[in-house]
C-alpha cells in the first residue's frame, strides 16, 4: 500500500491548517492593511521633525502632551472599560509597531494604557510617531464605540 495513505505511519504529517488561519494570517500581516501614509512612512528614513513642525502637529493629536524639555517624546494614557479592552487596545497597537518596526514604549495596569512615542533613530518625535499617536486615537476610539 501508498505509505501517504497509511494510517498506522509513524511518520505521519500532522493536519495541514485550516483555511481560516491562513486568512486571518494574511489580514494581521498584509501590508496592504496599513493606512496609506503609514505604509508610505514604513519605507523612509525617520528624521525628527523641526521644533514649528512638532508643536504644530501635536496640537493635533487626541490629548497627547510633549515632554519637553525633559525629553524628546510625546505621551498619552489611555482608559478602557476594562483589562480585556485595554489588552485588545495593545494588541492593535502591538501589529501595526511590528508593521512600521517602530515600537511605543507603553504599560499597562488594569485598564490603563500608558504610550510614550519617540523615534530613537531620528533622535526624537518623528512623522512616524505623529503617525502611530493618530492611529492609537483612532483604535481607542473604536473601542470606545463598540
Known amino acids: 500500500t501508498d505509505s501517504l495513505h497509511n494510517n498506522n505511519n509513524n511518520n505521519s504529517n500532522p493536519p495541514p491548517p485550516n ?3 491562513f486568512k486571518m494570517l494574511s489580514l494581521l500581516t498584509s501590508p496592504l492593511r496599513r ?3 503609514l505604509r508610505s512612512l514604513s519605507t523612509t ?6 521644533l514649528s513642525s512638532r508643536n504644530e502637529e501635536v496640537k493635533k493629536l ?3 502632551k ?3 524639555p525633559s525629553r ?4 498619552r494614557e489611555f ?3 476594562d483589562f480585556s479592552e485595554a489588552w485588545s487596545f495593545m494588541s492593535r497597537v502591538s501589529l501595526l509597531s511590528e508593521s ?3 515600537h511605543p514604549e507603553w504599560s499597562n495596569i488594569y485598564n490603563t494604557v500608558s504610550v510614550t512615542l519617540t523615534t530613537h533613530d531620528a533622535g526624537g518625535v518623528s512623522e512616524k510617531d505623529i503617525e502611530m499617536g493618530r492611529e492609537c486615537d483612532r483604535y481607542a476610539d473604536m473601542l470606545d464605540k463598540s
Open 19 to 21: 483555511l481560516h488561519s
Open 35 to 37: 493606512p496609506p501614509i
Open 45 to 50: 528614513l525617520p528624521h525628527a521633525l523641526s
Open 62 to 64: 487626541n490629548k497627547w
Open 66 to 68: 510633549d515632554l519637553m
Open 72 to 75: 524628546d517624546a510625546i505621551h
Open 79 to 81: 482608559y478602557f472599560k
Open 100 to 102: 512600521l518596526d517602530h
